[in-house]
Every structure is written in C-alpha cells, then in structure tokens.
C-alpha cells in the first residue's frame, strides 16, 4: 500500500446564517477532514468608510498597478 502525501492548502469563506461558505473554486469532498479557526469580535458595525477616488486616483492607481508607470 502506497502512502500518499498529505496536501494542505488553504481558503478563507465567510459565515452565512451558521454555515461557512467558500470561494466557487475550493471543491472538498465528502469525508475530508478541515480544521477551522475564526477571529472573535463582536460582528461588523458598518461598512469601512473609504473616501471617493477621483478619476484622476483610478488611472494612476492601474498605471501603477499594471506597470505602466515604467513604459515611456
């Protein structure tokens, strides 16, 4: 009998009404042993606040983003 290696990988998900839910793409099947861990905190007030981008901020956000800073 051949041993197999044990992969890990990892994945974070959300909890909807009680249940862990996760990316499209993470398929575990049946019997696949998972540890969880979470962070304790007293839940989500509201959302971040975040300042609106000007579209000035967006074209040199992907510039940036996609290296095209560096082209001349």
Same mark, same amino acid.
């Given at each position: 009998?051949?041993?197999?290696?044990?992969?890990?990988?990892? =994945?974070? @998900?959300?909890?909807?009404? @009680?249940? +862990?839910? &996760?990316?499209?793409? +993470?398929? &575990? !099947? $049946?019997? *696949?042993?998972? /540890?969880?861990?979470?962070?304790?905190?007293?839940?989500?007030?509201? !959302?971040?606040?975040?300042? !609106? %981008?000007?579209?000035? $901020?967006?074209?040199? $956000? %992907?510039?940036? =983003? *996609?290296? /095209?800073?560096?082209?001349?």
């Amino acid at each position: 009998m051949a041993m197999e290696a044990m992969v890990m990988k990892e =994945a974070s @998900g959300i909890v909807e009404h @009680g249940q +862990v839910k &996760l990316p499209q793409g +993470v398929v &575990l !099947p $049946d019997g *696949t042993p998972v /540890k969880i861990t979470w962070q304790e905190s007293g839940g989500v007030e509201s !959302p971040i606040e975040r300042e !609106p %981008l000007t579209d000035e $901020d967006v074209a040199a $956000d %992907l510039a940036w =983003a *996609t290296g /095209k800073r560096f082209r001349k």
